[in-house]
């Protein structure tokens, strides 16, 4: 029997893929966003009240990962939005191999921001690069108050916060200072946006955020 | 435009928890295949992993899931041994060095937040454990 090391991450075939997504988008100078959140948490119906607001400000496409169906491929189309939709079937979460796919199909010279709507999962899509800018952890009240600490690897890495369905905070028991403060002892300064996509709450600093930071780069 | 990449799971339970370990089962076959293909008519006996407390992997979902990844691989049969990496933090308010069990990003010591991992994100593939095949039939061959 012969003991053979092989110290290698168990995950780097899919970290040098994201490392060619990566590449692809800053050279084409645009910043792409991984939305993460439950299933449900509000991910599809952000980008819907997001897309009007960026149009002649910000031109976007996107990529909707789920297991099955082109659901929300087809809520983002009737916003005149270039989109691809994956199937994951079983997988919980997209590779970046599937977006460096998506990229052939996007019209990346004429795009500024792409917004990438992972599988709903808290967990996995945490851990895995897909060649992102940034992670936007998006949550909402009916998930319960507690959810940073129990999944802190991602919000201690996303650069901003989308806590969601605030319109629901009245018949829930979320307290919403008790987010704050489990959410700053695992990420004190990231920016948090309460937000409702019933109402139209608190989207516009969102959007006001978003296109900050397109500008920055 | 579409794209699908539906994988097989034969009969396995498709919930989130188990897929999340899954996922981390098939990267690690295709490794282990690799290794395999670098000593051609080899058969893999084991693979040590060493996982790390911040991952939040179950050790019993991680060998089920490899048992259904490695199944008709290289892999094939292969033992899983998995070391538990503990999770241990530095507190940049108190200086404190800690052991802590679980994944909640708090100083024992002094209930800071502001604390940086010192190990605990570990996903590695340690080792293999091959026998050659070309030799002469080893006496320990089933
Ligand atoms: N009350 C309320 N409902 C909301 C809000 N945002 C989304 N919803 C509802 O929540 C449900 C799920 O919203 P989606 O946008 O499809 O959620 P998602 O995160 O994209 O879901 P998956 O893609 O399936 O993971 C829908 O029925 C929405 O109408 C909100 O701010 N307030
Ligand atoms: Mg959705
Ligand atoms: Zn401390």
Request: proline share 5%; with cysteine.
């Amino acid at each position: 029997m012969a003991k053979i090391p092989v110290l290698q991450n168990i995950l780097e075939a899919n970290e040098a893929i994201a490392g060619q997504v990566r590449q692809r988008l800053e050279r084409a100078g645009i910043i792409a966003y991984n939305f993460i959140g439950a299933p449900g948490a509000g991910k599809t119906s952000l980008l819907e009240q997001t897309l009007p607001r960026l149009r002649d400000r910000l031109p976007a496409a996107v990529i909707e990962a789920d297991c099955a169906t082109a659901r929300d491929a087809e809520r983002i189309k009737a916003f005149g939005v270039e989109v691809v939709q994956i199937n994951t079937g079983s997988g919980c979460h997209v590779p970046a191999h599937l977006v460096l796919l998506a990229l052939d199909s996007l019209p990346l010279e004429r795009i500024r921001l792409l917004a990438i709507e992972n599988v709903g999962n808290l967990i996995c899509p945490a851990e895995l690069d897909i060649g992102e800018s940034g992670k936007i952890a998006v949550i909402s009240v009916t998930e319960g108050d507690d959810k940073p600490q129990k999944y802190p690897m991602l919000f201690r890495q996303c650069c901003a916060v989308v806590l969601n369905k605030v319109d629901l905070i009245p018949h829930t028991d979320f307290r919403r200072e008790r987010f704050e403060n489990d959410l700053r002892a695992v990420n004190a300064g990231v920016p948090l946006f309460g937000i409702s996509c019933r109402t139209g709450e608190g989207v516009d600093a969102w959007v006001e955020w978003l296109i900050g930071q397109t500008a920055r780069e | 435009m579409f794209i699908r990449a539906f994988r097989r799971v034969a009969g396995a339970d498709r919930s989130a928890a188990f897929m999340h370990e899954y996922a981390i089962a098939e990267a690690l076959v295709e490794q282990i295949e690799r290794v395999a293909r670098e000593h051609p008519g080899c058969t893999v006996r084991s693979a040590v992993v060493a996982i790390g407390g911040l991952r939040r992997i179950v050790p019993d979902i991680l060998r089920f899931g490899f048992e259904i990844a490695a199944a008709d691989s290289a892999a094939a049969g292969a033992d899983l041994v998995i070391e538990h990496v503990p999770i241990r933090f530095r507190c940049n308010g108190c200086n404190a060095e800690s052991v802590v069990d679980e994944a909640i990003y708090l100083c024992p010591a002094c209930g800071s937040g502001d604390v940086t991992a010192l190990s605990g994100d570990e996903l590695m593939l340690k080792s293999v454990d091959i026998e050659d095949g070309q030799d002469s039939g080893s006496p320990e061959h089933p």
